[in-house]
């Protein structure tokens, strides 16, 4: 989803056409959200579930992207007048969750949106003594990993302003492009893929590692690539592994 800009008198456009990879996500989902979004986690006292909706009653409506939904029918979105918090920030108390896995199992199993409302919500998820954590969750069709980190910033961060750095495009490097051939060549290969040679359960289940910050960032610079290339990179290779 694009940015909208106000229009006359301020005010958004009513609707937004959805644009091709907003679709090819809607369609591939069966028009089902397939959530994404970012988990925070935090030490010390947590904050109260009325505070984090007061946050985001007073922040939202200045934020375009929480304004939509997509429209019945029609490859369109559709902007919404009145946002209810209630049934968009929520609780949840996982005293067991060490690891932060069960939050994450926690934000990709239960639903979102279908009753008309935006597709994003809040979660403050209460952990072990001494923890908790916030999570902004939206429909990738939406937003992208960038566009939620700036929504993210800006619906719960105590400073708002900021967020990622725009993508400023790097002039190729032979070794790159050589490597780019290579991949492509390699993709026309039929190879048995068993992993997605089986029928698709429905479940949705999660994986995931602990990644000193640090250590991508130095392996970006070594590669003139950002800690999002980074991470890109290391899932790809994951699922190719692993199918």
Known sequence: ?????????????????MGTADVAYHLAMGGRPLPAGFLFGFSGRAPTLDSVRARVAERAARIPALRYRIARQSRTFS???????????????????????G??????SRPMGGDGRPPWDVWLVHGPTGGHSLCYRTDHTFQDGVGAAHTARALLDDHPAGGP????PRRPVLGGLAGAVGDMAASFRATDKPAFDVPVSGRTTLCQAVVPVARLRAVGRAHGATVNDVFLAALAHAVGTWH
């Open 79 to 101: 902007r919404v007048d009145g946002i209810d918090v209630e049934r968009h920030v929520h609780e949840a108390w996982l005293p067991g969750d060490d690891d932060g896995a």
């Open 1 to 17: 989803m694009h940015d909208p800009r106000p229009g006359a008198h301020d005010a958004l456009p009513a609707s937004l056409p």
């Open 103 to 108: 939050a994450g199992r926690l934000m990709l």
């Open 165 to 168: 750095p725009p993508y400023r």
